[in-house]
C-alpha cells in the first residue's frame, strides 16, 4: 500500500509560481503512476497531471504552464506551476495507482492524500 501526503500550497498572485510536493511512501510506490487532480468550490475534481516512469500526461489548460517530475531516491512527486492564473484555484490531491489509458478518471487510483490548498488571487 502506498501512503500520501501533500505540501506547497498556498496564496500567490496571478502570474506567479508554486512548487508542490507529494510525499510518498510504501515499498510499492516506484510501480504505480502519480496523477495530480484539483477540485474548486462548487466543480467536481478534475485531471491535471500524471507522471508514468519517463511519460507524462497534462489536461489541456495547464500544458506549458505545469510540469510533473519525480525523485525517485525521496520518494517524492513533484508539480511546479507557472504562470498561474486565478482558474488553478483549487484543492490539489496527488493520488496513486496502476492506470492505462484511462488515467484522466479518478476510480483508476486507489490511494488519495488529503489535499494542499492553491489561491491564486487577480
Known amino acids: 500500500q502506498v501512503q500520501l501526503v501533500e505540501s506547497g500550497g498556498g496564496l500567490v498572485q496571478a502570474g506567479g509560481s508554486l512548487r508542490l510536493s507529494c510525499a510518498a511512501s510504501g515499498r510499492t510506490f516506484s510501480s504505480h503512476d502519480i496523477g495530480w487532480f484539483r477540485q474548486a468550490p462548487g466543480k467536481e475534481r478534475e485531471f491535471v497531471a500524471r507522471?508514468?516512469?519517463?511519460?507524462?500526461d497534462y489536461v489541456d489548460s495547464v500544458k506549458g504552464r505545469f510540469t510533473i517530475s519525480r525523485d525517485n531516491a525521496k520518494n517524492t512527486v513533484y508539480l511546479q506551476m507557472n504562470s498561474l492564473k486565478p482558474e488553478d484555484t483549487a484543492v490539489y490531491y496527488c493520488?496513486?495507482?496502476?492506470?492505462?489509458?484511462?488515467?484522466?478518471?479518478?476510480?483508476?487510483?486507489?490511494?488519495w492524500g488529503q489535499g494542499t490548498q492553491v489561491t491564486v488571487s487577480s
Open positions: 507522471i508514468k516512469w519517463g511519460d507524462t
Open positions: 493520488a496513486a495507482g496502476r492506470t492505462g489509458l484511462l488515467f484522466r478518471l479518478e476510480r483508476n487510483y486507489a490511494y
